[in-house]
């Protein structure tokens, strides 16, 4: 078997302070939640749950590159599972189907206006590709791989993809440009959260929606599953949001509250739906 690279000794690991309100947490206890070497910390000030010692960008892109690990972990909470929970599961996903075929393309659907939308994270491209033909989709992505892939799609659209770190991308777009724009599990993997909605600002037209998907820390499954949660993943989530803490990021960025009703953080669901938007 080929030899893995041990990320604690690269030297390259940061000690992240809380993104949300800035406070050092060094002095707190790690948080039960923490693993192996990741120390999860729940700040001390504000409340935000946040990996303290995230891998750096060059690090996340070269060893644990998402579609590495993410195949890892599914195999891995498959075996764990509980018949119950599988119930639940399959419940959940009968769910999805009778209520909705696809949320983030029915919110794009109702709350974007035509035109160029970003998405922050876009992977391989998957929901760029999906956006309706009025909109001409751009993207973000760190891994060179899915970036490659998601080119293509935006390509072939009139929109263009950002291969690297969310913060140099965003500089690299024109101010005013975006008519919405698009955070779908991305922003649990932001070690640098308040800047990205900062920048996003800057790109987006006055009164452009931004719609965010995130794993919701306060929910159900998370108190009763433990460190079991399909939220955890270590060490690419670096922020554990619950609706307290995502609606104080969003206002405290600029962003005014379009939606986030009961039924976007229901609590029974791992993800909450957030729509927010540049002021007009
Ligand atoms: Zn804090």
């Not at 891994?143 to 500089?171: M, P, Y």
Request: net charge positive; proline share 5%.
């Amino acid at each position: 078997m080929e030899k893995q690279t041990d990320p604690v000794n690269t030297g390259k690991e940061i000690h992240r302070l809380c993104p949300l309100c800035g406070a050092d947490n060094a002095k707190e206890k790690p948080s039960v939640y923490s693993k192996d070497q990741w120390i999860i910390k729940k700040c001390a000030r504000c409340g935000l749950v946040y990996l303290e010692n995230p891998a750096s960008y060059e690090e996340l892109e070269e060893i644990y590159a998402w579609e590495k690990t993410s195949l890892q972990v599914t195999e891995e909470k498959k075996k764990k599972e509980s018949a119950l929970r599988r119930g639940v599961r399959v419940i959940e996903r009968y769910k999805d189907r009778l209520v909705r075929r696809d949320k983030l393309i029915d919110l794009a659907e109702k709350y974007f206006p035509a035109g160029p939308v970003i998405d922050v994270g876009c992977g391989g491209g998957e929901v760029l590709d999906r956006l309706d033909k009025r909109y001409i989709p751009s993207g973000i992505e760190v891994s060179k791989q899915l970036s490659r892939r998601a080119q293509k799609i935006a390509e072939s659209r009139g929109g263009r993809v950002f291969c690297g770190n969310a913060l140099l991308g965003l500089d690299s777009f024109e101010k005013d440009f975006f008519t919405a724009a698009i955070m779908s599990a991305y922003f649990e993997h932001e070690t640098a959260p308040r800047e990205v909605l900062q920048k996003i600002i800057r790109i987006l037209r006055p009164g452009a929606p931004l719609v965010i998907k995130v794993p919701n820390y306060g929910c159900l499954n998370r108190i009763v599953m433990g460190q079991k949660w399909c939220g955890f993943r270590y060490p690419d989530h670096v922020n554990y949001w619950t609706p307290k803490t995502l609606n104080k990021i969003i206002k405290e960025t600029g962003f005014e509250i379009v939606r986030f009703n009961f039924g976007d953080r229901f609590p029974t669901s791992d993800n909450m739906w957030l729509i927010a938007r540049k002021p007009a």
